[in-house]
Structure formats: structure tokens, C-alpha cells
């Protein structure tokens, strides 16, 4: 079946696991498609954490930023997440949000045309107040604008609230 979900929400509002207990739903075996560089010991820390909540029955791929380049066709795949792989498109292009969204959308629709099911993990940073900081203020606009072409495209939208998933579309 062919179908893209988003699921959104705060750091640690039990996006993942809502993301994984979902795929599971629909598969015995998912992929898990993590889309982070590990940039220092504490994170990585985190990455090994999630994988070891996985089971065996997990396919765990690593791709930062080019997830079109692996067949997905009559898979269920977690991409976990959007936000660190648009980080990686950001920074890649020297922090120009047009050319990061443009290569993120157009990256995006290479990957959702396989006939694939497709369960994107995401956060909503643009939630918090507005920093001083404008580095910042740029990537929060880059990822509300991903977030809302994503969600465009969703048949399922859900957002995370502590640990509750609240249906959106």
C-alpha cells in the first residue's frame, strides 16, 4: 500500500515510538530509515538508544540526505527524522533556505513515488517563541515550510502531545 504519514510534535513527545508502533501495525518488517550524523559522543549516545529499543525485525538503514537512493517498493519505512536531514541539506548549501527547500521537496517526491508506505517523523520548532538568534529564525522557517509541504501530502497527520497522539488530518 502506498500511503505517506507525518507525525509531528516537541522534543520527546513520543514521536518515534508512536512512528514505530504504527509501522509495526502494518509490517512484521519495517525499515528504519534514520537520517542524523552522529556529531558528537552524547548523540550518539541517543542513536544507540533507539537502536537498541528496535528489534531484529527492524531493517535499520543510515542515509543523511539522498533517501531516494534505496528501494523502499512494498515497504513500510520510519523516516526518522526530518529535522536532521533537513539540517543536513541546510548546512550543506551554506544555510540558503531556498536552495535547502528546493533540494528537500525535490528529494522528497523522488522518495514518495515508490510504491511504499512512508511514516516521516518531524518536529514542530516553530511552536517556542521566536530567537534572537538569526541563524535560527532561518532554519525554523526552512522547517515549518518542509513540515507543511510534507502534510500537503499526507493522508494521516498526527501530532504529539506528551506522549498522546492527537490526529490532525
Given at each position: 500500500?502506498?500511503?505517506v504519514?507525518?507525525?509531528t510534535?516537541?522534543?520527546r513527545s513520543?514521536?518515534?515510538?508512536?512512528?514505530?508502533?504504527?509501522?509495526?501495525?502494518?509490517?512484521?518488517r519495517?525499515?528504519?530509515?534514520?537520517?542524523?550524523?552522529?556529531?558528537?559522543?552524547e548523540?550518539?549516545?541517543r542513536?544507540?538508544?533507539h537502536?537498541k529499543?528496535?528489534?531484529?525485525e527492524?531493517t535499520?538503514?543510515?542515509?543523511?540526505?539522498e533517501?531516494s537512493?534505496?528501494?523502499?517498493s512494498?515497504?513500510?519505512?520510519?523516516?526518522?527524522?526530518?529535522?536532521l536531514?533537513?539540517t543536513?541539506?541546510?548546512?550543506?548549501?551554506?544555510?540558503?533556505?531556498?536552495?535547502?527547500?528546493?533540494?528537500?521537496?525535490?528529494?522528497?517526491?523522488?522518495?514518495?513515488?515508490?510504491?511504499?508506505?512512508?511514516?516521516?517523523?518531524?518536529?514542530e520548532?516553530?511552536?517556542?517563541?521566536v530567537?534572537?538568534?538569526?541563524?535560527?529564525?532561518?532554519?525554523?522557517?526552512?522547517?515549518?515550510?518542509?513540515?507543511q509541504?510534507?502534510?500537503s501530502r499526507?493522508?494521516?497527520?498526527?501530532?504529539?502531545v506528551?506522549?498522546?497522539?492527537?490526529?490532525?488530518?
Open positions: 500500500m502506498k500511503k504519514i507525518l507525525i510534535g516537541g522534543q513520543g514521536k518515534s515510538s508512536f512512528a514505530e508502533q504504527k509501522a509495526l501495525s502494518f509490517s512484521s519495517p525499515v528504519y530509515l534514520a537520517t542524523a550524523r552522529v556529531w558528537d559522543d548523540f550518539r549516545q542513536v544507540e538508544c537502536q529499543n528496535r528489534g531484529p527492524w535499520n538503514i543510515e542515509e543523511d540526505k533517501l537512493c534505496h528501494e523502499f512494498g515497504r513500510v519505512v520510519v523516516v526518522d527524522c526530518v529535522t536531514w533537513c543536513n541539506f541546510f548546512f550543506d548549501l551554506n544555510s540558503d533556505v531556498q536552495a535547502a527547500l528546493s533540494a528537500v521537496k525535490l528529494e522528497f517526491d523522488k522518495l514518495v513515488a515508490q510504491e511504499a508506505t512512508f511514516i516521516f517523523v518531524t518536529n520548532i516553530g511552536l517556542g517563541g530567537s534572537d538568534n538569526q541563524l535560527q529564525r532561518r532554519f525554523t522557517d526552512l522547517q515549518g515550510w518542509v513540515n509541504y510534507i502534510a499526507a493522508e494521516d497527520v498526527y501530532l504529539m506528551s506522549g498522546i497522539s492527537v490526529k490532525i488530518k
